[in-house]
């Protein structure tokens, strides 16, 4: 599902976010990506959506080198790619269902299939009765929920989440990486970036580390499975 080789990434200012680093994540695999604040994370998953592109070395995605895709070829890309925020990046002119319905929108879909797919998509994260509300009437972990429900609603074999239980406290964050977890367990890839090392270290999946922008560490948790 995504390959990383020998992939740097160096921005105009000079600095470095990635050094020759090298992973593959599986279909289907769930893995979280830890580092320092800077280490490169962010980079790191920008590279795989391709809002950056690598300076060095090759990001693969579903077998397509992305870092050589063209600006008309990266929408289509982005469409198997679910992205969840930190800050959840909600519309707060819109009601739930209308930001998790603009991706089926942006991508042409029926009216009727938009909103049975915005529904499933909001029952599986238990805000199906508040799809009228406004997400300024939301607690944060309810925002960060119609995050998920957005970035899963097409269906994509891929999700990517920067952060997503930073701002939460530990019972929300659980719940949030149980709703991952169940996302996973029906064949969707997974990679979290997470400083969050007390509530990973409680879950059985792969933890790669970055530290000034290299791996230094890739190895399965203690208990997990492959």
């Known amino acids: 599902m995504i390959q990383f080789n020998e992939v740097s990434k160096r921005y105009p200012n000079g600095h470095e976010a990635l050094r020759n680093v090298s992973f593959n994540l599986g ?3 769930m893995s979280f990506l830890t580092g320092h604040s800077g280490a490169g994370k962010s980079t790191l998953l920008k590279l795989i959506c391709v809002m950056e592109k690598p300076t060095a070395g090759q990001v693969i995605i579903d077998s397509r080198n992305v870092g050589r895709a063209s600006r008309r070829k990266i929408p289509f890309i ?3 790619i679910g992205m ?4 959840h990046r909600l519309l707060f002119d819109r009601t739930v269902f209308d930001n998790v319905a603009l991706p089926l929108i942006i991508a042409g879909y029926p009216h009727k299939e938009i909103g049975r797919r915005v529904r499933a998509a909001l ?3 238990g805000l199906l009765s508040k799809e009228k509300l406004y997400p300024i009437m939301l607690s944060g972990g309810e925002q ?3 995050g998920i429900a957005r970035a899963v609603v097409n269906k994509p074999p891929l999700l990517l989440a920067d952060e997503p239980t930073g701002n939460l406290d530990p019972e929300l964050s659980a719940e949030i990486m149980s709703l991952f977890e169940s996302f996973n367990q029906v064949g969707v890839s997974v990679l979290i970036a997470s400083h969050d090392l007390g509530l990973i270290a409680r ?9 000034d922008g290299q791996m230094i560490h890739d190895e399965l948790q203690a208990g997990g499975q492959s």
């Open 27 to 29: 279909n289907g695999e």
């Open 78 to 80: 982005r469409r198997n």
């Open 84 to 87: 969840i925020f930190q800050d």
């Open 123 to 125: 029952d599986k994260v």
């Open 144 to 146: 960060q929920r119609v």
């Open 203 to 211: 879950l059985p999946h792969r933890v790669m580390s970055l530290k």
